[in-house]
């Protein structure tokens, strides 16, 4: 139920140009669908290889090695490195209770967070359901603009766990939003800031940002579900 999130992230796989000579994706190409807009990247012992294909969005100009792709839950690995650096400078105890990094308000709601630990937030081994439902998605698309992670996750308040902590394995998006308010109460910073010092620099990664920061521009793909234009959607930051 809710907005397809994980086939959203696969159909929005980040991707640059192609080179005419022979290279690693020949045996690929018959099975590539250069309808779509991707851009697709091989490196090999024997070369790299780039590949744009398709409109950027419908019925636009064709894909370009410097547009830019909505990477959507792909962003939770880099959300994990940052908190894992955090531990590994002593700053964070990842099987500490979580409650301790988070409001009073967001712990009550959910019910108290007892036996929940960081770490069980970034395995998703926590029991927390989903925020992400049909009806916070009908709310989302309605009005896009305001949105914080509070107010967010108040969509499940008082609804019970799935399992205990630790006893099973949900893919729910709570986990990360709870993420994001423990690295920002941890460092002071925003997630834009946070990410940018502790993943993205490092990286080389300078044009990437958190969405919802500024108004989507004409280098970012559009990327389709329910049949709107998704980077509308994105309006707030997290």
Known sequence: SGLPMRALVLALTLILPWSAAAGPLDALR?????????????RTPGGTETLATGPLEPGGRDTRDSDRFLLASV??????????????????????????????????????????????????TSGLPDYLDDVFTDAWMRDPTGWTPE??????????????????????????????????????QTLDTALRTLVLAPAGAT???????????????????RGRDMRWLYASPG
């Not at 969509?155 to 423990?182: C, H, K, M, V, W």
């Not at 044009?207 to 579900?225: F, K, M």
């Open 207 to 225: 044009r990437s940002s958190i969405v919802g920061l500024r108004p989507p521009g004409p280098e970012d793909a559009a990327g389709l579900a």
């Open 30 to 42: 018959p099975d590539i669908d250069t309808s779509a807009a991707q851009v697709i990247l091989i």
């Open 75 to 124: 962003t939770k690995p880099m959300v994990a490195a940052a908190l894992l650096q955090l531990a590994g400078q002593g700053r964070l105890d990842l099987d500490a209770p979580a409650s301790s990094h988070l409001a009073p308000a967001v712990v009550a709601g959910l019910g108290g967070m007892r036996g929940l630990s960081t770490a069980s937030l970034l395995t998703m």
């Open 151 to 188: 107010r967010a996750l108040a969509f499940l308040y008082g609804e019970p766990a799935e399992f205990g902590p630790g006893r099973g394995y949900d893919y729910s998006n709570t986990n990360y939003l709870l993420a994001q308010l423990i690295l920002e109460r941890l460092t002071g």
